[in-house]
């Protein structure tokens, strides 16, 4: 089966057809070259830009850029002729490697590990490297007159490279195979006619019989022509015998632009058709099984499309509209029943229930014990071998003492108490396999959870705990047990999920925050919370002999004294300083406890878009407050030379100060119009003020050290001399 991702969006463009290419330019990176004067690098997964060149004015980029894995350069063709070569550092297009050829230049190919191919307009194909050791040589005409490439594409066959082009005239379609290696050209001739329309795209597939040319044509249907490129000299002209291999539903009018890829051995990419005989969009993007001639899934462009489809690491790249979409896919091994829809899901009843009971019998018999067991109470056998008093006394008390099974664990979930519960969670944890361990403590915690939605008074905290501590879990696996932890404001389970979960999501993440703000330091000192080292860098400040003492303390030029803008000039013996501002700044807003628990959250991972939303639901207080404690955390940070805080689960000085922006920016109006946020605030842009007027006092020094370090050391004629050094 084959289905599509959920998709985002690359980049942003100025209309449906502004893409004149995407390529591939290393893990995760893409090259896409615009219809204009610019070619952009972009991070895929960051969905940002890692670089960006552009032409100028009165020039046009009229090839698609490619990236050179062997040499690491970037290679794109404007106005035809004018070749550039450049590498990531380089910032003007300008400034780097240029060459004017003899012809112009269709396309770039370029092959791993192998070197670049130019095809030219006239249907010569001449390697990178021997065009640039001469860059005017002349350039024969393959093609006769009129003759237009309407596609092209290279493969590899025994190691060597092969180009292979689709050219048309006056409504003839011819494919030429081009060689270097010996140098043989083939040239074949597809057929095309009303019966079956005009060609609209190609694709190339290697397979086992094996080079194969896949065509779209404007009728909806898809041919396949096998490709015989062994041959060592070039023979007369031939027709490529062609076979039906899908035909896509059709409207009243045939197909004007549309575009297929090949996906895997049975699995292909159609855009620009429609999926289904009943839809009205014509541009979709479909993935079809060859084998079955069915359809696997399929998305709407309601928007329009242009007909251009690139696939690069199993995610497709699409323009339409005003934007260049990634959609990621995944393919598997199909059977007829499920791409029918016939396949049965397993009968609960015949799938014996995973369990890793130990089988007295089979230990006493050195009998195999089977990897899935039930465990019920022992009958006699009637094939059972009879056996003495004694070995029956001592088979009585070993079965008495066995583990319980998954199943009567979980039975006893649905009424048991508590301690009975946790009783039997021991034993079973004790005896669990690697192999179905996530598994069972997954149905365990789902059992557990969904009583606890349905009795409110039954709440297993320690089991809950028990279940957490084996690392086991995720928030996909049993989604319901943090919404019981916050129905239960159970803030060591909370603190654990949020320590354990990478895959929290932002708005229960920030329902969390709500809980740990609202939350009083005398309501938190009877919980039980995993304090880490908060108490190494919160207590110590709280002691006003320490407070004292770092009033009179400078460290990596941060001074407790907020500095007004020009303060920096004043003597430092004649600067005063409000008392009550260095106590707050000396003391921790929350007590460790809350504190132990804000840090769970600002150590959490999210995105900053699906984050913001949320945090709009805080409210002023509970802004504040958690704006002081990120503040007293920073204040923290540069007291100290190596801005780290002593542990192991402790937010960075980024981290800190992210959410700090995040908090900003959700709660911007809010705070300038809140009284009781108009202190901190404040607070704030005196101490980032000072820390910004330091940054920039080191970034001169910085500056003259550098140019120190450029001068020649003069010669001294004499046996003493002395030297001046102004800083500035």
């Known amino acids: 089966m084959a289905r599509l991702c959920e998709e985002f969006t690359l980049c942003g463009l100025h209309s449906g057809d502004?893409?004149?290419?995407?390529?591939?330019?290393g893990p995760d990176r893409v090259i896409v070259t615009y219809k204009d004067r610019t070619v952009t690098v972009y991070k895929v997964s960051d969905q940002r830009p890692l670089g960006s060149w552009t032409v100028k004015q009165t020039q046009k980029i009229t090839c698609p850029a490619i990236y050179n894995s062997q040499t690491g350069e970037y290679v794109v063709v404007?106005?035809?002729?004018?070749?550039?070569?450049?590498?990531?550092?380089?910032?003007?297009?300008?400034?780097?490697?240029?060459?004017?050829?003899?012809?112009?230049?269709?396309?770039?190919h370029t092959l791993p590990d192998t070197e670049p191919l130019v095809l030219f307009e006239r249907g010569v194909v001449r390697q990178l490297d021997a065009l640039l050791s001469a860059p005017q040589q002349e350039i024969e005409s393959v093609l006769s007159e009129d003759e237009v490439i309407r596609w092209s594409d290279t493969l590899l066959e025994a190691g060597n490279p092969v180009l292979l082009f689709v050219t048309e005239k006056d409504g003839t379609f011819h494919l030429y195979a081009q060689k270097l290696n010996p140098n043989v050209q083939h040239k074949f001739k597809l057929c095309s006619?009303?019966?079956?329309?005009?060609?609209?795209?190609?694709?190339?597939?290697?397979?086992?019989?094996g080079t194969t040319l896949m065509c779209l044509y404007s009728s909806g249907c898809i041919y396949k022509m096998q490709l015989s490129l062994n041959r060592n000299s070039a023979e007369k002209e031939q027709v490529l015998p062609q076979s039906l291999l899908l035909k896509l539903p059709s409207?009243?009018?045939s197909l004007d632009h549309a575009a297929v890829l090949v996906l895997d051995g049975t699995h292909i990419a159609v855009l620009g058709a429609p999926h289904s005989l009943q839809c009205t969009v014509k541009d979709s993007l479909s993935i079809w099984n060859t084998r079955f001639q069915t359809l696997q899934a399929w998305k709407e462009f309601p928007e329009g499309s242009c007909g251009q489809l690139w696939c690069y690491s199993g995610k497709l790249f699409v323009p339409h509209g005003?934007?260049?979409?990634?959609?990621?896919?995944t393919c598997e091994t199909s059977s007829l029943a499920a791409v029918l829809g016939k396949l049965k899901p397993p009968n609960a009843a015949e799938v014996k229930t995973v369990s890793t009971v130990v089988s007295w019998r089979a230990m006493l018999h050195d009998e195999q014990s089977p990897e899935l067991q039930e465990t019920v109470t022992h009958t006699p056998d009637k094939s059972e071998p009879k056996r003495n008093l004694r070995s029956r006394k001592s088979q009585v008390v070993r079965t008495q003492s066995q583990p319980v099974s998954l199943d009567q664990f979980l039975t006893e979930i649905e009424t048991g108490t508590n301690e009975k519960i946790d009783e039997q969670l021991q034993q079973l944890l004790?005896?669990?396999?690697?192999?179905?361990?996530?598994?069972?403590?997954?149905?365990?915690?789902?059992?557990?959870?969904?009583?606890?939605?349905?009795q409110v008074k039954f709440y297993p905290q320690k089991v809950l705990v028990q279940l957490l501590q084996t690392r086991m879990l995720s928030y996909s696996l049993c989604p319901d047990l943090v919404a019981v932890a916050l129905d239960k404001a159970d803030y060591f389970l909370l603190q654990l999920s949020l320590q354990q979960f990478p895959d929290i999501p932002e708005a229960v993440t920030c329902a969390c925050l709500k809980v740990f703000l609202s939350v009083s330091d005398s309501d938190l000192e009877k919980v039980i919370v995993d304090l880490g080292n908060v108490a190494s860098y919160i207590?110590?400040?709280?002691?006003?002999?320490?407070?004292?003492?770092?009033?009179q303390i400078v460290e990596n030029g941060f001074s407790p004294v907020l500095l007004e803008e020009d303060s920096c000039d004043v003597p430092a013996g004649k600067q005063t300083h409000n008392p009550s501002e260095s106590d707050v700044k000396l003391t921790c807003p929350v007590g460790l406890k809350k504190a132990a628990l804000l840090n769970e959250i600002l150590l959490s991972s999210y995105s900053e878009a699906f984050l913001l939303p949320h945090l709009k639901d805080l409210s002023v207080p509970q802004v504040v407050l958690f704006l002081q404690y990120m503040q007293y955390l920073y204040v923290k940070y540069c007291e100290t030379v190596n801005t780290e805080l002593p542990g192991e689960r402790n937010p960075t000085v980024n981290q800190v100060l992210d959410w700090i922006s995040l908090l900003l920016d959700a709660h911007f109006t809010v705070l300038v119009m809140s009284t009781e946020a108009r202190g901190l605030l404040t607070h704030l842009?005196?101490?980032?003020?000072?820390?910004?007027?330091?940054?920039?006092?080191?970034?001169?020094?910085?500056?003259?050290?550098?140019?120190?370090?450029?001068?020649?050391?003069?010669?001294?004629?004499?046996?003493?001399?002395?030297?001046v050094i102004e800083l500035f």
């Open 430 to 454: 004790s005896n669990l396999q690697k192999h179905n361990a996530q598994l069972i403590v997954a149905q365990i915690a789902t059992n557990l959870v969904s009583r606890c939605k349905t």
């Open 251 to 253: 409207c009243a009018d």
């Open 539 to 551: 207590e110590l400040d709280q002691s006003p002999s320490k407070a004292e003492e770092k009033m």
């Open 322 to 329: 005003k934007v260049l979409t990634v959609i990621p896919f």
């Open 78 to 108: 404007h106005d035809n002729k004018v070749l550039r070569i450049w590498k990531d550092e380089d910032v003007n297009l300008e400034k780097t490697f240029k060459a004017t050829l003899a012809a112009d230049v269709h396309q770039i």
């Open 685 to 723: 842009h005196k101490f980032i003020r000072s820390q910004v007027k330091f940054y920039s006092e080191l970034s001169k020094i910085e500056g003259s050290l550098q140019k120190l370090h450029q001068l020649k050391p003069q010669k001294s004629d004499g046996l003493y001399s002395i030297e």
């Open 193 to 209: 006619g009303e019966a079956i329309g005009c060609p609209l795209s190609f694709v190339l597939s290697l397979e086992q019989e």
């Open 18 to 25: 502004a893409v004149r290419g995407v390529g591939s330019a």
